[in-house]
């Protein structure tokens, strides 16, 4: 079966530095996301890989290995803000979307 | 450009009733899909359209209709609510995926089947 695996929850200060690992297993790939999702609000994009490496946009970077099926969501200078939870997803041979259960980030000052 | 537009943002049902959650695009995307979001689950692909004239069921189709005549139209059809079917949903929108990576949100629909 096709699966993505991710923590429920997860705890860190502001202004530090958090990684959000992601492994899956699917029927073949198509690409990576991370979703960003404030609660009570829909899922806004963040990142996407296709090729494996590190994706840098800014605070956040994003990194995918293929051959272990893993990537990570690296979050830096943590805010306030960032306190949401944190969605992965595949994209599988079919261009379908396989999605994780979401990470929550909570941020303590 | 409104990108995708998702109406009722809250309803309550009662056991039995009918309704329907419109979706609407004006990005001119080809592919357009519902969700469901329960609790500790991860989005759940309700069905999808990869064009006007053209559905296909997710993986929870049961208990809910599609139709897509437009490119910008795509509602979601509840025919006898049920308990089970209390869940938000979202509508999304995406280019042909091998020619664009972005997935657009609506807002949400959140509904409660009492």
């Known amino acids: 079966g096709q699966n993505i695996d991710q923590p429920t929850e997860m705890t860190a200060t502001e202004g530090a530095i958090v990684q959000i690992n992601c492994t899956y297993q699917?029927?073949?790939?198509?690409?990576l996301f991370w979703y960003q999702q404030h609660a009570g609000e829909a899922p806004t994009f963040l990142s996407y890989?296709?090729l494996d490496g590190l994706e840098e946009k800014g605070r956040f970077s994003s990194f995918l290995s293929r051959s272990k099926g893993y990537s990570y969501l690296l979050l830096k200078e943590l805010q306030m803000k960032d306190s949401a939870s944190y969605l992965c997803?595949?994209?599988?041979?079919?261009?379908?979307?396989?999605w994780g259960a979401g990470t929550k980030l909570i941020i303590k000052p | 450009n409104a990108g995708v537009t998702q109406t009722p943002k809250f309803q309550v049902l009662k056991t039995g009733q009918s309704m329907t959650l419109q979706c609407a695009q004006d990005?001119?995307?080809?592919?357009m899909s519902w969700y469901r979001q329960d609790p500790g689950m991860g989005l759940r692909l309700i069905h999808y359209?990869?064009?006007?004239?053209?559905?296909d069921q997710g993986e929870v189709p049961n208990g809910y209709n599609v139709s897509r005549s437009t490119t910008e139209d795509f509602p979601l059809r509840l025919l006898s609510a049920a308990p089970s079917q209390t869940s938000v949903y979202f509508c999304?929108?995406?280019?042909?995926?091998?020619?664009?990576?972005?997935?657009?949100f609506g807002e949400g629909s959140w509904l409660t089947v009492v």
């Open positions: 999304a929108s995406r280019t042909e995926p091998a020619s664009g990576n972005t997935i657009y």
């Open positions: 990005m001119n995307h080809e592919y």
């Open positions: 359209s990869v064009g006007a004239g053209i559905t």
């Open positions: 699917t029927s073949g790939f198509n690409g």
């Open positions: 890989n296709v």
């Open positions: 997803a595949v994209s599988d041979s079919n261009y379908q979307l396989i």
